[in-house]
């Protein structure tokens, strides 16, 4: 289920024949659709992955946590939420949203990112509310992936806490920041 309706387009071969996609094989077990993240019309119980990425921050924190109640009920027992998010935690992330010039930039086109930033850590907590396990490690060196599985029945909710790996014991993040600093260009780099 995609949200974006450009999505839907990149995924049709018919809109794109000289793109980057080179084929598309019919596969039964997949159907692309596009609907509201929030209200899947999916059955309870009937998926074993979800995966959101670079979604959450898109949204207000509300509608984040509507759109992972919605997994979470889709999810079948024992099914997993794949989560990939800008991780204002970081220290790249972090020195980027003190640059008000920089930052400012950023928030031109992402209308949420401020509410994002600071509601991250309401919706990290409402993540162990609901599910079993949940695991955050860093991906690159200003993004996360998180993991949440669902429990096997209701009594498993909310047992969780949130099991952190982005952090190395000295309290650097985990992964390098490999991104150019605002002052270079790739000539630079």
């Known amino acids: 289920l995609k949200l974006a309706s450009s999505a839907m387009d990149v995924a049709n071969e018919n809109n794109n024949p000289q793109g980057w996609i080179t084929a598309i094989d019919s596969d039964t077990r997949i159907q692309l659709r596009q609907g509201d993240m929030a209200n899947t019309q999916l059955p309870s119980n009937s998926v074993s992955v979800v995966n959101l990425s670079l979604v959450l921050h ?30 204002f935690e970081s220290t790249a992330y972090k020195a980027q949203r003190e640059n008000a010039l920089l930052f400012s930039l950023l928030r031109a086109t992402e209308p949420y990112l401020d509410e994002y930033a600071d509601g991250m850590p309401e919706v990290k907590n409402y993540i162990t509310d609901i599910f079993s396990v949940v695991k955050i490690a860093a991906a690159t060196g200003r993004h996360y992936a998180l993991l949440a599985e669902k429990g096997k029945d209701d009594d498993d909710a ?32």
Do not use: N
């Open 58 to 87: 898109e949204l207000p924190t509300s509608a984040a946590k509507e759109v992972i109640l919605e997994a979470h009920r889709i999810l079948q027992p024992g099914g997993q939420l794949w989560i990939s998010e800008m991780d």
């Open 158 to 189: 909310g047992q969780s806490m949130i099991e952190d790996y982005r952090f190395k014991p000295d309290g650097s993040y985990a992964v390098e920041d490999t991104h150019l600093k605002p002052w270079e260009s790739k000539q630079d780099s």
